[in-house]
């Protein structure tokens, strides 16, 4: 079973630049996660969808993040503009929402370093 | 609102001594509590998971994790050391099936030869 894939690995951009990141999550698995990790903590979630529709972007900055999946499969994420505190690694996630509690699946993330 | 605390940032400990770290969380509502391993430029992989019934839970790589409900901790315990241990350690929380995780700010261990 193939796992949950991002690209790009890596991204270096300037400060108001934009940037996206794009998650494939696993087959099957109708829920998908965004979670943004800081250097030195936790990931902490933005986004999640439940196939093509928004369950909580409660912590999102929506000034300047978005993010969609318009088919309920693949998903991206924007920051326009950024800033320099938005460099972290951008985790995607997914699980199968009937199991209960479902595990979630991370991908290998988007290192974004914002210059 | 759940919250995860895990203390100590860094644990450094010898190759084929027990590992040990710790993790307490605050939650209103019976939790669900993770362990996830994180190696460099990697994504997290699931350790184990605690859901309910038997309190000392097992997982990969020889991991465990007990339960303690009275004491609200989830430590996650290896008994000896391998070089290959050696990454960050995630505990997390959750309240229901699909709820978010909840992270704390991650522990990492280092394994000395």
Redesign the interface.
Known sequence: EAG?AQSPRYKIIEKRQSVAFWCNPISGHA?L?WYQQIL??????LI?F?NNGV??DSQLPKDRFSAERLKGVDSTLKIQPAKLEDSAVY?C?S?V?S???????????T?LLVL | AQSVTQLGSHVSVSEGALVLLRCNYSSSVPPYLFWYVQYPNQGLQLLLKYTTGATLVKGINGFEAEFKKSETSFHLTKPSAHMSDAAEYFCAVSTSGNTPLVFGKGTRLSVIA
């Open positions: 949950v829920t996660y030195g903590q936790g990931p902490k979630l999640q439940q369950v909580d985790l996630a699980t929402t199991a209960n509690p479902s595990s979630q699946y991370f991908g290998p993330g290192r």
